[in-house]
């Protein structure tokens, strides 16, 4: 869901700032200002991250992040749910109990309007921005003073520069400033050449030509994407505020290493006299100005008032701060990835797999079915990409909570019977002792929930991991299986039923052969049913319906799940009913 990627782009992008202004704390004397200036597009990979297609950063069970995404609240209520049936035996009658969810898809709807709503106001500022510069590209005129002009191509020439940039002078301009991805311009404000000494000029163009060789007019467009983007963090501004500043002393850097020592104190004077003559702009926040606020300004000629050349020891040491920091931005991959696909979709490839089109069976649902032929051992699966879809199991869980508790001794196959507690049900067949036979029959809740609590937590957990069931996610409470924390997809489904009924798992075979007792639901001219429904039933509505298990038959074994989902009439008599209909048609049962 969207707030889970802005939650993850927030934590990312924030951690991020914090560890590098906490490394430029811990190491200013081993930071030259030019590596102090390159951590911050460390950040503007790290910015990056969580824009990346999901698919691209899978990182499989490397890192687990519990992730309930239900946020349940109140109590567990029953509700009566009345499905449609095709006969009258038991098992095809709908048993279910609601959950109360917090509705989240309003919470979505709201974040992500505001999210688009503060990315237009912060991209409707920077092109106000945008069209100053178009302005003053509109006002700039040719320098008629020849001497600057050739003073400007010996600087190229000095940087190595050979791409034609057209300098000129505008009355919009009150510091001189660079800009232009692709044509580029450095603009002087008018008469400059009246006020300042040719050296002074110099000097401006030295520090202008560095912007433009260190590519600093593509940082700028690169700043103001990713601050559109995450203009809802106070940190990403306080960075892209630091690390305009670090710019600009990395830039003054550059020139005095360019410069005599004698020079050094020259530079930093036409700095100086620079800010008493003239005010820094606002609003140029695509074009890098030599001139900035009275902040930016004290810093600068603090740096270059210490300037020293910068010596192999201090290279080294920097680049080593700048690979520790670039290590633990690619520690966060992990998160991102996990994040990201918040284990929602099970990833299947297997090679004998026919995909069909079943839509007609599925009208006013959207659903999947997956069938196995054991035999063939072939996948038959209509709707791809739901059948990987990770959803809550609900009832269909209780196959596999019987057999844990049958394999921790909770229950056995000669003792399986629970006490009712009193509490009145509204279905008639709750309100009784149950054994695991009736309770999976009339899929009594109580009676699995008792069972769950009688089992140590991590031990579920132990089993589910040894299956490979879903997520296996029981941050849910209670009720994890029903419209919680734990999901499986239908090819999940099938997967871990046929691993089941061959005890793949190498679980004690009496207890394999109780459970597949217990789901025995009818035998029709020699081809035994068994199987397990669930629904899902959020605030009332019946959003999810569910039928699996398999056909025994002569020569064969087939296994299922149909999963349907619609907003308030999913059954898992209806998902029976749907399954019935294939099957049959399919010539199966």
């Known amino acids: 869901m969207f707030y889970t990627h802005l939650v993850t782009s927030f934590i990312v992008s924030s951690i991020t700032i914090v560890v590098i202004l906490l490394f430029r704390r811990l190491f200013p004397k081993q930071l030259s200002a030019k590596w102090q200036y390159n951590l911050w597009f460390l950040l503007l990979i790290a910015l990056t991250l969580p824009l990346i297609p999901k698919h691209l950063l899978q990182f499989e069970n490397h890192i687990l992040f519990n992730i309930n995404q239900s946020n349940r609240v109140g109590e567990t209520t029953i509700s009566t749910t009345e499905g449609s049936t095709l006969s009258n035996v038991n098992w095809m009658q709908d048993f279910t109990v609601s959950v109360n969810h917090l509705n989240l898809k309003f919470l979505n709807v709201g974040l992500t309007s505001i999210w688009i709503a503060g990315m237009v106001v912060t991209a409707v500022l920077y092109l106000h921005a945008w069209f100053n510069l178009k302005k003053i590209k509109k006002t700039t005129t040719v320098l008629n003073n020849k001497d600057i002009l050739h003073l400007f191509e010996r600087c190229k020439h000095r940087l190595n520069i050979s791409k034609p940039l057209i300098v000129g002078e505008s009355p919009l301009v009150k510091s001189p400033m660079t800009f232009g991805l692709f044509k580029t311009y450095v603009v002087l404000p008018v008469h400059l050449d009246e006020r300042m000494s040719i050296k002074d000029i110099k000097y401006i163009f030295m520090h202008e030509l560095h912007h433009y060789k260190n590519k600093d007019i593509a940082t700028n467009y690169l700043m103001i994407i990713y601050q559109i983007l995450y203009w809802f963090n106070p940190l990403v501004w306080i960075a892209f505020k630091r690390m305009r500043i670090d710019r600009e002393i990395a830039c003054d850097m550059a020139v005095l290493k360019s410069l005599d020592e004698h020079?050094?104190?020259?530079?930093?004077?036409?700095?100086?006299?620079?800010?008493?003559?003239?005010?820094?702009?606002?609003?140029?926040?695509?074009?890098?100005?030599?001139?900035?606020?009275?902040e930016q300004m004290k810093k600068r000629i603090e740096k270059i008032a210490s300037f020293t050349i910068e010596s192999k020891w201090m290279r080294l040491k920097s680049i080593s701060i700048f690979?520790?920091?670039?290590?633990?931005?690619?520690?966060?991959?992990?998160?991102?990835?996990?994040?990201a696909t918040n284990n929602d979709r099970y990833d299947f490839n297997n090679e004998r797999t026919l995909y069909e089109d079943l839509s007609d069976y599925f009208i006013g649902y959207d659903g999947s079915f997956v069938l196995y032929d054991m035999k063939a051992g072939q996948y038959s699966i209509y709707n791809k990409d739901k059948s990987t879809l990770r959803v809550s199991p609900n009832s269909t869980y209780k196959i596999y909570s019987a057999l844990i508790g049958l394999e921790s001794d909770v229950i056995t196959s000669d003792n399986s019977t629970m006490t009712w507690n009193g509490t009145k049900y509204p279905y008639e067949s709750w309100n009784t002792d149950q054994n695991l036979s009736t309770a999976m029959s009339n899929s009594v809740t109580w009676y699995f929930q008792e069972l769950d609590q009688r089992i140590p937590r991590?031990?579920?957990?132990?089993?589910?991991?040894?299956?490979?069931?879903?997520?296996?996610?029981?941050?849910?409470?209670?009720?994890?299986?029903?419209?919680?924390s734990l999901k499986?997809?239908?090819?999940?489904?099938v997967k871990l039923l046929s691993e089941f009924y061959t005890n793949q798992f190498e679980f004690k075979d009496k207890n394999i052969q109780t459970v597949k007792d217990s789901l025995t639901l009818e035998v029709n001219r020699g081809s035994k049913l068994s199987g397990k429904t669930g629904?899902?039933?959020?605030?009332?509505?019946?959003?999810?319906?569910?039928?699996?298990?398999?056909?025994?038959?002569?020569?064969?074994?087939?296994?299922?799940?149909?999963?349907?989902q619609n907003e308030d009439n999913s059954y898992g008599s209806k998902a029976a009913e749907i399954t019935l209909s294939i099957l049959r048609d399919k010539g199966i049962y």
Do not use: R
Request: charged letters at 10%; glycine letters at 10%.
């Open 263 to 294: 020079y050094h104190a020259d530079y930093g004077n036409t700095i100086i006299n620079f800010a008493d003559q003239a005010s820094h702009s606002k609003g140029f926040a695509w074009a890098n100005q030599f001139n900035g606020p009275k």
């Open 535 to 564: 629904t899902g039933n959020v605030n009332g509505k019946n959003i999810n319906g569910w039928f699996i298990g398999f056909v025994e038959t002569k020569d064969n074994t087939y296994f299922f799940a149909t999963n349907i």
């Open 458 to 484: 991590e031990t579920i957990q132990a089993y589910l991991e040894q299956m490979g069931y879903g997520n296996y996610e029981l941050s849910g409470g209670l009720d994890y299986w029903m419209e919680s």
């Open 323 to 339: 690979t520790l920091m670039g290590v633990f931005v690619a520690s966060q991959v992990p998160f991102v990835s996990a994040m």
């Open 488 to 493: 499986i997809s239908p090819v999940e489904q």
